[in-house]
């Protein structure tokens, strides 16, 4: 079985930073995507950031610019470097992997259980 666990969230002051980070445990062999989505009050769930094995990173157009994803395929570990944060980007934070080939069986896709980040003064 594959988990996800994520670390780094918080209370940061507007135009602070912060990095998320997420491992992933169990027998894997390959992840083909790994990313972030976020959750804010009364919203829907929506992509931050993607990143492909060997691929070109996927932001969401509100944190171009501030934001930088990155990944360790030895590790199967993906982090989320955000900068300039702004009180809009307060929402819970979810890990996100797609295409896992893990032992025998393959995940389409797995989350995370979620790490609040509150941009606030």
């Known amino acids: 079985q594959v988990r996800l666990v994520e670390s780094g969230g918080g209370l940061v002051q507007p135009g602070g930073s912060l990095r998320l980070s997420c491992a992933a445990s169990g027998t894997i062999f390959g992840i083909e995507s790994m990313g972030w989505y976020r959750q804010a009050p009364g919203k829907q769930r929506e992509m931050v950031a993607s990143l492909p094995k060997g691929g070109v990173a996927n932001y969401a157009d509100s944190v171009k610019g501030r934001f930088t994803v990155s990944r360790d395929d030895a590790r199967f570990t993906v982090s989320l470097q955000m900068n300039t944060l702004k009180p809009e980007d307060t929402a819970v934070y979810y890990c996100?992997?797609?295409?896992?080939?893990?032992?025998?069986?393959?995940?389409?896709?797995?989350w995370g259980q979620g790490t609040q980040v509150t941009v606030s003064s």
């Open positions: 996100h992997v797609e295409n896992v080939h893990a032992g025998a069986r393959h995940y389409l896709q797995i």
